[in-house]
């Protein structure tokens, strides 16, 4: 059996790192900012290209019943300017944007990716721009962004960075494309194959 899992559990890890269609981050409970609505593009070189499209995605959630709300702060580097943020579902932001409390009146459905809004950004410098997802002033969880069940919305589930931590970009126009960090993805694609 272990022979058989080996060559799977390595061709698994080729695929990661190549960056096939497969999600960038393979971990529960994490938020991410995309080019695509899958959770797999999260850099792009236009130079100064004018307006460009991004998603705040939640991947791999927990909470099978789904989202009935989330915060979470979107921070940058000089080089772009936001034209407009578009809540999913039937939301409402209790803060003032770029920091988001939301809620929904409706859950948003469970799935391996989850777009929780998209924004437009005009691009007005060449240079690298890199964007962050911080937890809001006073946070629901301490230090760290969050989301509550579908379900039950008292509970409160912590997000994690798609790329590890609120110290690394999760987002990068005009420069290198981000990456979780290997020990973290690693351990995820090991999980998917440990044998008992």
Not at 61 to 70: K, L
Not at 78 to 88: A, D, K, S, T
Not at 175 to 195: F, Q
Request: with cysteine.
């Amino acid at each position: 059996m272990r022979k058989i899992l080996l060559p799977l559990v390595f061709a698994a890890a080729a695929l990661v790192a190549s960056g096939s269609s497969a999600q960038i981050d393979p971990s529960l409970d994490s938020i991410g900012i995309y080019f695509d609505d899958d959770g797999i593009v999260n850099c792009d070189s236009p130079g100064i290209a004018g307006e460009l499209s991004l998603n705040l995605i939640l991947t791999n959630i927990s909470a099978q019943a789904g989202v009935h709300g989330w915060e979470c702060l979107i921070d940058w580097t000089p080089g772009i300017f936001v034209l407009e943020w578009n809540l999913r579902g039937a939301a409402v932001n209790g803060r003032t944007a770029p920091e988001f409390g939301v809620g929904l009146s409706t859950p948003l459905p469970w799935a391996s990716t989850i777009i929780i809004m998209d924004f437009l950004v005009g691009v007005y410098k060449s240079n690298t721009i890199e964007f962050y997802i911080l937890p809001v002033s006073n946070p629901s969880l301490p230090g760290v962004p969050s989301y509550a069940d579908g379900s039950n919305p008292d509970l409160l589930y912590p997000l994690r960075q798609s790329t590890g931590g609120p110290d690394n970009p999760v987002c990068v126009i005009n420069g290198d494309c981000p990456v979780p960090n290997d020990a973290t993805t690693w351990g995820a694609l090991k999980s998917l194959y440990r044998v008992n």
